[in-house]
């Protein structure tokens, strides 16, 4: 089914409960992901763009609503069926890399396949080919501390490709990045967007980051306040980013 | 995933810290070796106690003479003159024993050639080398017939032949004057070494009983031995023995109820027991310490788990995010806690084996490697690995991932 969403959420609240206090970090989500797409998710910090990452990513239940992961109601998954979901569908780049310290950059990016059941004989063949995607096959031996920040990053998205996943999330992924490696890694990700139909969900503040994105989708307080192609979102200047 | 993958996945986690890994495993490389070289020393003095009991002699039953109270101040057991070498011969008599010396010792300046010497001189039975087990290095021991004629001959231990014949020379056939009675050399002893109280054992001259009393002590007409030794038929009638003995001499000495013995009948074997006894006391005691000494290894491990636990919640976190099941992560730091203890208890097994023999050199008893000891501290250093990284493990198991993601 071609038409499936990759992710649709309806009516998705996620309240936390500090205290006495309780803070809706969402606010009823209506929203839906069809593949290949390369959205960007922006709004100011504190907005809960993280907390809807989280819940896209599965690594934390909405409190009330409907998730649909391709199709499926992962609501009354069991934590070892999202965990083996996280593992085989979904692709995470986090903003500080999170590489395994003291590790090889193939070692790295075969994590997921050690966790998705991936025979032993095929991870490095596998882990190589995604570095080359990445255009860092050559930084296969280097343990992640000897990178710089840019290379670091792009097998960190190696790692989150490697499974061949339906989604690639990533949290501010050039949020420690300088300029120049930002766009590079902006690049890269286009590219996968572009050559492997690659559907990405991408969080981030930075107007210059979100404007690679085909679809922008503003967040504030819990809420979406606007979505809409890229080239629409930043026509008009009302956008406070 | 498979146990194979995750014993890779921990088996790497510990690779990568190895200075980390390398203090967690010391509390049980401590603990193990401990664990093996105090029971490879309890099984070790337990040998040796018990070689030097049984070198003693062949179930052997000691008849020494009580104390004797005169004008109301006691002597001390032994010094009496109450035994008889008739007494040996009743003794001899009873069904269940198999062989019986009297003992009649005295110490003199003995002289042969050029040189002289101060030794033991000991008047015993021919059956006495059988008693106590001991051998001829050269020569004869001398026979029933030399002992009802207090013939003077004798028989040497070795460190008064090497003190009265220097030179090597052959002492056999050689004279010996005890207090200038003149004694004929018809053999020497093997060699025996120290005693359990550190005595020469080897410094001594054996003389029969008879010409000891005759012609040395001076009390063949009293007519009293010092001791005398006896060697019940098997180890089971030691008991039995030792009462009929009792028994015997009470009616032979006139003692009626109600009144002390005037002799002591002494079991080396209850003293063999009460030495191996205590030295399974302190092989308790020492497996205390050692099981002690484990239990402080495990929370070792714990602790530094439970720091590695903190130390990696970005990895978990990360580990988690990218699909590994709570499952998987417990297994994972649960496997890397038994290997670390695992390979802690291999290194210790290994240390504690060379400490045992190295202990076992010093203290001059046999190397024992106590086997059961060792699969028993090893086993013992997995199970406390599983026991106490199931708390760490459990912990890494049930962290939130975005809290552990975004761990600083």
């Not at chain 2, 510990?14 to 203090?23: A, C, E």
């Not at chain 2, 008849?63 to 040996?88: F, K, W």
Request: aromatic share 6%; hydrophobic share 45%; with cysteine.
């Amino acid at each position: 089914m071609p038409d499936t969403p990759v992710v649709r959420l309806v009516d998705v609240h996620k309240t936390y409960v500090m205290g006495d206090q309780s803070v809706a970090a969402l606010d009823g989500v209506d929203f839906s992901l069809d593949p290949g797409e390369f959205v960007a998710i922006m709004g100011p910090s504190g907005s809960g763009k993280s907390t809807l990452m989280h819940v896209i990513g599965l690594l934390t239940r909405p409190t009330s609503g409907q998730y649909f992961f391709e199709g499926q109601d992962v609501s009354s998954f069991s934590a070892d069926d999202l965990a083996d979901l996280r593992s085989r569908r979904l692709g995470f780049v986090f903003q500080s890399y999170n590489l395994l310290a003291r590790t090889t950059s193939l070692e790295n990016v075969e994590l997921p396949m050690v966790y998705a059941g991936v025979h032993a004989d095929q991870q490095h063949e596998r882990a190589m080919r995604a570095l080359e995607i990445v255009g860092v096959p050559e930084m296969a031996e280097h343990i992640s501390n000897q990178m710089s920040g840019g290379q670091q990053q792009r097998v960190a998205i190696a790692r989150a490709l490697v499974n061949d996943p339906s989604l690639i999330l990533a949290d501010e992924p050039t949020g420690a990045l300088d300029t120049k490696s930002s766009e590079e890694i902006m690049n890269v990700f286009t590219q996968l967007n572009a050559e492997r139909g690659m559907t990405i969900l991408l969080v981030t503040h930075e107007p210059s980051v979100g404007r690679k994105a085909k679809r922008i989708i503003t967040f504030r307080d819990g809420k979406i306040v606007g979505d809409g192609p890229t080239a629409e979102v930043f026509k008009h200047e009302t956008i406070a980013l | 995933m498979s146990i194979i993958a995750l014993v890779r996945v921990a088996w790497e986690a510990i690779v990568r810290n190895r200075v980390r890994s390398l203090l967690t495993m010391l509390g049980m490389i401590i603990g193990v070796s401990a664990v093996v070289i105090t029971i490879s020393i309890g099984v070790g003095a337990r040998e040796a106690v018990s070689a030097q009991i049984t070198g003693l002699g062949s179930n052997l039953l000691i008849v020494i003479p009580g104390s004797v109270t005169l004008n109301g101040v006691r002597t001390g057991t032994g010094a009496a003159s109450t035994l008889t070498p008739e007494d040996g011969l009743a003794i001899a008599k009873l069904p269940k024993v198999a062989a019986v010396s009297p003992g009649v010792g005295v110490s003199a300046q003995v002289v042969a050639g050029e040189n002289n010497w101060y030794t033991r001189i000991s008047g015993v039975a021919p059956t006495f080398t059988y008693i106590r087990e001991w051998h001829m290095a050269s020569g004869s021991f001398f026979t029933d017939a030399d002992d009802a004629a207090s013939a003077k001959v004798c028989v040497l231990g070795q460190t008064v032949v090497e003190n009265l014949f220097p030179g090597g020379e052959n002492p056999l056939g050689k004279t010996v004057l005890i207090r200038n009675v003149p004694f004929t050399v018809i053999g020497t002893l093997a060699r025996r070494g120290q005693s359990a109280s550190g005595q020469d054992q080897d410094d001594v001259i054996m003389i029969p009983y008879t010409a000891s009393m005759q012609r040395l002590t001076g009390t063949w007409f009293g007519g009293f031995v010092n001791v005398i030794a006896v060697s019940a038929a098997d180890q089971p009638s030691i008991p039995l023995v030792q009462n009929e003995i009792t028994e015997l001499l009470r009616q032979r000495h006139r003692i009626v109820a109600g009144m002390d013995d005037d002799f002591d009948v002494r079991n080396l074997q209850d003293i063999a027991n009460a030495a191996a006894a205590s030295a399974t006391t302190m092989e308790f005691l020492l497996a205390g310490v050692a099981v002690v000494s484990l239990l402080v290894g495990g929370i070792g491990i714990m602790n530094i788990m439970l720091v590695s636990v903190t130390e990696r919640t970005r990895e978990i976190g990360l580990r988690i995010a990218v699909g590994a099941r709570s499952a998987s992560i417990l297994l994972q730091f649960l496997i890397e806690a038994v290997v670390l203890s695992g390979v802690g208890g291999l290194i210790g097994v290994v240390l504690g084996i060379v400490g045992a023999g190295a202990v076992a050199i010093f203290g001059h008893w046999p190397m024992a490697v106590p086997v059961v000891g060792i699969l028993l501290a090893f086993s013992f250093a997995a199970l406390t690995g599983i026991f106490f990284g199931y708390y760490p493990a459990s912990k890494a198991a049930h962290l939130d991932p975005i809290e552990a993601l975004r761990f600083e």
